[in-house]
């Protein structure tokens, strides 16, 4: 039995839809700046800080930062709890999946933060 300790989501379902939301956001994103970059092939400097001056353009660079977040925390909330069971780690299970989930959380945060100072900053 795997002890529940981080995982901050009501139900497995609520997981899967977040994963699921996150990675069409992320797939939008992704698109729009590769089409970006087809349809302007001799981007400059000037043209490319326009875009991520427009507040939309950070706006929605603010949902896709968000979208990485909440994937990746599911994703490694899942990884943690199905490989780091009392089955493989005995009694030590529950403290080294904390631990695993902690610096996944403080790294997750950091990431955002410096992301938010990226697109919003001076």
């Known amino acids: 039995m795997v002890t529940n300790v ?22 939008a994103y992704f698109l729009f700046l590769l089409g970006f970059l087809l349809f302007n092939p001799n981007l400059s400097y000037a043209e490319w800080h326009e875009l991520f ?25 899942t990884i943690s709890t199905d490989y780091l069971t009392p089955m493989a780690f005995g ?6 999946r904390f631990l695993f989930q902690a610096a ?5 945060f950091a990431f955002f933060v410096w992301g938010v100072m990226i697109f919003w900053g001076a």
Do not use: K
């Not at 981080?6 to 992320?26: E, I, P």
């Not at 950070?58 to 990746?72: K, Q």
């Open 104 to 108: 996944c959380g403080v790294a997750m």
């Open 91 to 96: 009694a030590w299970a529950t403290a080294i």
């Open 6 to 27: 981080t995982n901050f989501s009501r139900s497995g379902l609520y997981d899967w839809m977040a994963q699921r939301v996150s990675a069409v956001v992320l797939a």
């Open 53 to 77: 001056a427009c507040s939309w353009m950070r706006i929605f660079s603010l949902l896709a930062l968000v979208c990485i977040a909440v994937h990746a925390w599911v994703g490694m909330w």
